[in-house]
């Protein structure tokens, strides 16, 4: 696959690919947006919002949400406010996530059939709570306000930034709000 893209990257390069999505590294709306890594929405997100390349700052993983209230997620929000003048959050979570339904248990049993040892295992769990990290939220309204809620009450976060959570149609690019 990488091979393939390394090829198609040269070709786009050589013919100026690139020339209808120039614009300045700033964004252009005071817009940042948390939302999930699903495939589904690689495009659907920014069409359905009507967002163009230079629009917002958007910034996925797996589930949309924050792990904690330090985590890299945050870390981007604060540039995002801070360096480039963000004035509005959305936290969008999506129908069908698969982070919803995810179990930790489930997730250590296809750890240890690929090889990782209990020994492996231990070490991680020096690091981190692993039935909590690899857990999913099951909840997706409760997950996109506790997600919204640990933004706007950060401590490091202005008060005078609007932060809203919303749920994805992952076929329709409905958006919902969840309040
Ligand atoms: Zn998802």
Redesign the pocket.
Known sequence: MISEILQYNQRFVAEKGYKPYETSGQPDMKLAIVS???TRLTELLPRALGLKNGDAKIIKV???TLLTPYDSVMRSLLVAIYELDCEEIMVIH?SG???CDMHASHFLQLMRERGISEEDIREAEKHVDLNKYLDGFHDTPRSVRRTVDAIRQHPLVPKDVTVRGFIIDSRTGELEEVR
């Open positions: 999930c890594m699903d797996a589930g949309g999506h996530c698969g982070a």
